[in-house]
């Protein structure tokens, strides 16, 4: 019987846009790993779906069991609810954050995933951790640049 690997992620944006980061604790049969990034500039949903890519990106083997817990309604009703599906045969058209929803669909046929909506900032410790870690990496000043927003941005130049 394998095990279950469970995934807290959390995103956060100071201004929308604005300096952002997104927080991830991972838990492997009781082995925690925390990561978090900060970015000058981007949103509060891309930090959220960034948070999510980014955990699963951490993996080292496929075909896993995972349980992704998240406070976006965004991340999980647009997986949950089969919306990201359709923006595919669309063509992502019209949808924000494709670059991102696009690698998101790379690490999720790799594994099976269930995603749990959480209330934020109420009384679930791993969800807290994550805000902690997302809001301490948009406040570090310790940036990097969200490079699929600024492009976007700008309409296609960084």
């Not at 469970?6 to 201004?15: F, S, V």
């Not at 406040?139 to 960084?158: I, T």
Request: aromatic content about 12%; hydrophobic content about 35%.
């Amino acid at each position: 019987m394998s095990t279950q690997l469970i995934i807290y992620t959390d995103g956060a944006a100071r201004g929308n846009p604005g300096p952002g980061g997104y927080g991830v604790v991972l838990n492997w049969a009781g082995k925690i790993k925390e990561l978090s990034q900060g970015f000058r500039l981007t949103t509060n949903n891309r930090m959220e779906l960034m948070a999510v890519v980014e955990g699963l990106k951490a993996l080292s083997r496929d075909g896993l069991d995972i349980v992704i817990y998240s406070d976006s309604s965004y991340v999980v009703n647009s997986v949950e609810k089969g919306w990201v599906f359709d923006w595919v045969k669309k063509g992502f058209k019209d949808k924000k954050n494709p670059d991102l929803w696009k690698e998101f669909l790379l690490y999720y046929k790799r594994h099976r995933i269930k995603f749990v909506w959480v209330k934020g900032h109420a009384d679930n410790p791993w969800n807290n951790r994550c805000d902690q870690l997302a809001t301490a990496a948009a406040d570090s000043r310790h940036w990097l640049v969200d490079e699929g927003y600024e492009r976007e941005k700008n309409g296609g130049m960084l």
